[in-house]
């Protein structure tokens, strides 16, 4: 159960809501943040997907660049120099034959190697002190909250 307890926090970077649900803030409190974000913080296969919807005058110009920024994440995002994120796949959504696609426009798969790294990654609201977090992804979200709708971001959290 607690492999999904980002699934709330992450989704409240985008809109800037300090919201988590009980689960997460009980972890986030019993554990003592330089462990919650160390690298060997819970090892094994993270899976992070994060979709976006954007507000309808998005441009296609500022939708590319939320896309490339995004994967240039993989390169830029780094903890003691080092790149941490393992892979980041992405895509446009390719319409939703069940008609469950829910407007989304892009879709991410962010793959770490401990729950340490995708903590460390997250950041706010989870971790608030900016000495345990990537202050790289921290500047994408606040690049990325204004264009999304409002619920416009969309992160599921997975042990594979």
Excluded: C, W
Aim: charge should be neutral; glycine fraction near 6%; hydrophobic fraction near 40%.
């Amino acid at each position: 159960m607690r492999i999904f307890i980002f699934i709330i926090t992450s989704l409240t970077f985008i809109t800037n809501m300090p919201v988590m649900n009980s689960q997460a803030q009980n972890l986030v409190s019993s554990t003592h943040t330089a462990e919650f974000t160390a690298p060997d913080f819970k090892t094994g296969t993270i899976q992070h997907i994060v979709l976006f919807r954007y507000k309808p005058e998005v441009t296609g110009e500022q939708r590319k660049e939320v896309f490339d920024r995004f994967l240039q994440l993989k390169d830029k995002a780094k903890r003691d120099g080092k790149p941490y994120i393992v892979s980041i796949k992405a895509g446009a959504q390719n319409t939703s034959l069940e008609g469950a696609g829910q407007n989304f426009d892009q879709a991410f798969i962010v793959e770490f190697r401990s729950e340490g790294d995708r903590n460390y990654y997250v950041g706010t609201p989870a971790v608030t002190d900016p000495a345990f977090y990537d202050p790289a992804h921290q500047k994408f979200k606040t690049f990325v909250g204004p264009l999304l709708e409002e619920n416009g971001a969309l992160v599921y959290d997975f042990l594979s």
